[in-house]
């Protein structure tokens, strides 16, 4: 299911509801599929409230913790958490024009995803275009715009450090198809945002004026994060930050209400050279309100265009039932609807949405779902299952040597010898054969 969710069988099909005894039953045996958050909190709940457990967690890749590893900006260790198999699409004529990627591709570029480490992104022009006014757009836009030093520390890998040396942007807009009272990133990042050493932020005035009645009643999260754009755009900053941020060599705005329409291209059409954007009216209020067309368009010029508009899950087989419309597992407490002894946890479950404490909750309710069925006897655990021993002499028969947690740890430990001499918690190694060759496979 890769790093955007878990799914695991525990004990088979079910045979009643009987009720498991520990003294007397063999271990029951779970499987986690997926080595992302939702797999290692799922697994870390099932151990730590049952004593007889055994759990078995499966990944694709060769190193584990999916997007902990691959998901979140390098400069957030703090927080490294998000995922999804594949990233929602535009659906814009133009959008696989060179020039043109996704935040799903790119994040994973920058943090050493096996299979994005050759996007090699044209960062030679000044404008990049952001669309999409989530946490995950401030990620990249901070990534674009940091200064070098800051990212040097950090575990981003050496051949995106190399890109960004040379990079030539030094303008950035995230631009919304909704107000200013519809964005989807938090107060943290921001913040981070507005702090970013050498990079100053442009908030048009009149998005903001009259903005802070609207939201005097709304819930405290939104009215900070809020307020804080209110005094960016329209407070005058102290003296020392009016001299920084004269002195910024690189800038980034926030665009509103603005529906992307088509990317445009260069004369000999090969390349993106901006974005049609419909403007839009808003229908409704708070959250919920819509972004209707005008009907007046505006063309925005940039030579880098990154589609941030959230991401979504990928179905897993076809014995495991896929609502395509929402992108989830329809399911009831992570119980996979018909399907008993199937579970699904993370943004598989509940949709790409929420931080690693969402992540982290959620997974604890799906294992709480299969203690209970433990422990009622809805799960069949009566005989004695061979978990991962059985699936590794499937591997074995098909010549297929398996990647054990002691050999991931000796890619660790290289990763970290190879980071150390660097000044970096440590260099990734982004190439699964290099990865293989070093326990020698
Ligand atoms: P997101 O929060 O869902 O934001 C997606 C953005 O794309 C929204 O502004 C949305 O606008 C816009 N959008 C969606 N469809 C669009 C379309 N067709 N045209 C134009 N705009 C469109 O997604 P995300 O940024 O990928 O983040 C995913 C989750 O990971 C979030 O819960 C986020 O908080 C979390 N995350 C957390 C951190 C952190 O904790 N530091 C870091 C990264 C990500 P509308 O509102 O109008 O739909």
């Given at each position: ?17 009987r ?31 049952h ?12 190193v584990?913790?999916g ?13 490294k ?8 699409v535009?659906?814009?004529p133009?959008e696989?024009?060179?020039g ?10 920058y ?21 999409g ?27 995106s ?66 307020e ?10 102290g ?8 002195a ?9 209400q ?21 403007l839009?009216?808003?229908?409704g ?5 819509k ?12 030579g ?14 076809p ?7 929402r992108g989830?597992?329809p ?75 002691s ?35």
């Amino acid at each position: 299911m890769g790093p955007g969710g878990a799914c695991w069988r525990g004990g088979g099909v079910p045979r009643g509801w009987r009720r498991w005894l520990s003294s007397s039953a063999p271990a029951p045996r779970v499987a986690v599929v997926g080595s992302g958050p939702a797999g290692f909190y799922t697994a870390q709940h099932i151990l730590k409230h049952h004593g007889g457990v055994r759990v078995d967690i499966y990944e694709k890749l060769p190193v584990p913790f999916g997007l902990v590893r691959f998901g979140v900006a390098p400069d957030h260790p703090e927080v490294k958490s998000y995922g999804a198999e594949d990233n929602r699409v535009l659906g814009i004529p133009g959008e696989n024009l060179s020039g043109v990627y996704s935040a799903r591709a790119f994040v994973g570029w920058y943090n050493g995803l096996p299979e994005n480490r050759d996007l090699k992104p044209d960062l030679s022009c000044e404008t990049a275009l952001i669309l999409g006014h989530g946490n995950v757009a401030l990620d990249i836009a901070r990534i674009l715009l940091s200064p070098l030093q800051l990212l040097r520390k950090t575990d981003i890998t050496d051949g995106s450090l190399a890109a960004l040396a040379c990079s030539k942007v030094k303008r950035v807009w995230l631009v919304g198809r909704r107000g200013p009272l519809q964005v989807a990133f938090t107060i943290k990042e921001l913040r981070e945002m507005i702090n970013l050493p050498g990079a100053r932020p442009v908030l048009n005035p009149a998005d903001f004026t009259g903005l802070e009645n609207a939201v005097k009643d709304a819930p405290r999260p939104r009215k900070r994060l809020t307020e804080l754009m209110i005094k960016t755009a329209l407070e005058k900053p102290g003296e020392k930050t009016v001299e920084a941020q004269a002195a910024a060599p690189r800038e980034w705005e926030l665009k509103f209400q603005r529906s992307p329409q088509e990317v445009l291209p260069t004369a000999d059409g090969r390349r993106a050279r901006g974005v049609r954007m419909a403007l839009t009216r808003l229908e409704g209020s708070g959250d919920s309100a819509k972004a209707i067309p005008t009907g007046d368009v505006e063309e925005l010029e940039c030579g880098l265009v990154l589609s941030s508009i959230g991401y979504r899950s990928l179905p897993l087989d076809p014995a495991v039932p896929f609502d395509t419309q929402r992108g989830v597992i329809p399911n009831s407490s992570g119980r996979v609807e018909g399907v008993p002894g199937l579970y699904c946890s993370g943004w598989v479950k509940r949709g790409p949405t929420g931080v690693i404490i969402t992540t982290m909750n959620d997974s604890f309710d799906t294992a709480q779902s299969v203690l209970e069925d433990l422990q009622v006897g809805v799960l069949d655990v009566s005989t004695s299952r061979e978990g991962f021993g059985a699936v590794e002499s499937i591997l074995r028969s098909r010549g297929v040597r398996p990647v054990s947690f002691s050999d991931w740890e000796k890619i660790d430990a290289a990763e970290v010898a190879r980071g150390k001499a660097a000044g970096k918690p440590r260099e990734k190694i982004v190439d699964p054969q290099e990865m293989l060759r070093l326990i020698g496979h």
